[in-house]
């Protein structure tokens, strides 16, 4: 029974918007998306020409900053991110305590969050100064974090950051314990860049709402993750994988298209689809280039994987009922192909998904500090009960 007046009456006219797709959060000055033309922008600069002309070093200080750094800026920058990239001991005792098999999302969560007891004061929350110090931290420790959720859930001993490599070169050496060759920490860096923001998406929205309340940046960011973990957001990078390898070969594709189709069965294809994309997503046609020269470099020249995956993505783009409902690739549908190449186990997609957003969630968070502190507080459409008296338990049967 939907009785709405019982709403109304304290609260004036209010939209009803599920999942808030015609609702602006917040005002931004950090990514710009056109999503019927297929546009993403960081601070005004196309993401084509980040991942084309950039480095990760570029994109994360303009989205941070607003502005691309002059050089100065940039080795200080870089200076600044190696600076920071060990962990307090203490921490590193967290991850003896989660069960051999933890997935490393479930790791991240808690000691992403956990960094709070070891570095959060008010003054974080409060002073320009102080937040950009917990920004660069979260940025710096992100990547050995990340490798050891990794470690630990393989139960390998730990390898410490080295402070001459890269970002990307940083975390996977900490993860494979080797340096890596220049085209895969290439490829990892430009899959960095790509998803290091992307506006008011479930994850972005939850940090800002956690800050809103005037949480410290570590505990913001830990429910960032929470929020990324699902299979409909960050989670679909590693459901794509586990899609197309259970599709296994090319004749069964228009089984599963079938069952994608089908309103009666859940099964959706992982990948497909976005919110605001109504068109290609335009990091998912990067990432199919990135994925064609990793395969190259590797001396892979036949992938089932992507083989089914590019067969997938024909079909689907001429189905009626995919072009009905703009539903085409997203940035994950290769996402997973390109690190699985590089190494990366899949339970570690989402994880690397997230050292790449913590740039965003980051920039996010200050930007959100900035406005005149109102915290989030949507209302809801009551569909229950109006008042009735309690029963006591004798009388309930
Ligand atoms: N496969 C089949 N059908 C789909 C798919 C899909 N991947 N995505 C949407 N649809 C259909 C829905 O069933 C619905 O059909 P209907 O109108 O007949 O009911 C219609 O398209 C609209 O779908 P919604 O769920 O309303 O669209 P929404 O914008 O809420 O969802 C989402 C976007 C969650 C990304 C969705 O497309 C999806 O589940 N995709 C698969 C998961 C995925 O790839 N997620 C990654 C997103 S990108 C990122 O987070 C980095």
């Given amino acids: 029974f939907l009785d709405i007046r019982a709403l109304q009456p304290s609260t004036g006219v209010c939209t009803f918007d599920p999942g808030f797709s015609s609702t602006a959060s917040c005002q931004s000055a950090i990514t710009y998306i056109d999503g019927n033309a297929g546009v993403l922008l960081y601070r005004g600069v196309p993401i084509e020409q980040l991942a084309d002309k950039g480095d990760f070093a570029d994109s994360a200080y303009l989205l941070l900053h607003g502005e691309l750094p002059t050089k100065i800026q940039k080795r200080k920058f870089e200076i600044e991110i190696k600076t920071h990239t060990l962990v307090h001991e203490q921490l590193i005792q967290f991850y003896k305590g989660f069960k051999h098999d933890a997935h490393p999302m479930a790791i991240m969560v808690g000691v992403v969050g956990a960094l709070s007891a070891f570095y959060s004061s008010t003054s974080e929350v409060h002073d320009p100064a102080q937040q950009l110090r917990a920004c660069m931290r979260l940025i710096s420790k992100m990547p050995t974090l990340a490798a050891l959720a990794y470690k630990t859930s393989r139960g390998m001993p730990i390898i410490y950051p080295r402070n001459d490599l890269s970002y990307a070169e940083n975390l996977l050496y900490m993860m494979h314990a080797v340096p890596c060759e220049p085209y895969k920490a290439k490829a990892l860096e430009t899959i960095l860049i790509l998803h290091m923001d992307h506006e008011q998406n479930a994850s972005t929205s939850t940090v800002r709402t956690a800050g809103s309340s005037q949480a410290n940046p570590f505990a913001c960011v830990a429910s960032g993750i929470a929020a990324l973990w699902g299979p409909a957001h960050g989670g679909a990078n590693e459901a794509v994988l586990k899609m197309l390898a259970e599709i296994g070969t090319r004749d069964r594709?228009?089984?599963?298209?079938?069952?994608?189709?089908?309103?009666?069965?859940?099964?959706?294809?992982?990948?497909?689809?976005?919110?605001?994309?109504?068109?290609?997503?335009?990091?998912?046609?990067?990432?199919?280039?990135?994925?064609?020269?990793?395969?190259?470099?590797?001396?892979?020249?036949?992938?089932?994987?992507?083989?089914?995956?590019?067969?997938?993505?024909?079909?689907?783009?001429?189905?009626?009922?995919?072009?009905?409902?703009?539903?085409?690739?997203?940035?994950?549908?290769?996402?997973?192909?390109?690190?699985?190449?590089?190494?990366i186990p899949v339970s570690m997609y989402t994880v690397i998904f997230a050292v790449a957003r913590t740039v965003g969630w980051v920039s996010q968070w200050k930007e959100s500090m900035l406005e005149a502190g109102k915290i989030t507080r949507p209302r809801q459409m009551y569909m229950g009960q109006m008042e009735r008296p309690f029963v006591s338990l004798g009388r309930r049967g």
Avoid: W
């Fill in 253 to 343: 594709i228009p089984q599963f298209i079938a069952k994608a189709k089908d309103r009666n069965d859940p099964f959706r294809l992982m990948g497909f689809g976005h919110r605001v994309y109504k068109t290609y997503d335009p990091r998912s046609k990067i990432m199919k280039q990135i994925c064609e020269q990793v395969l190259e470099n590797t001396g892979v020249t036949h992938d089932p994987l992507l083989e089914i995956a590019v067969e997938l993505e024909k079909i689907a783009v001429h189905d009626e009922y995919f072009l009905k409902r703009n539903l085409y690739p997203n940035v994950d549908f290769y996402s997973g192909i390109v690190l699985r190449a590089l190494d």
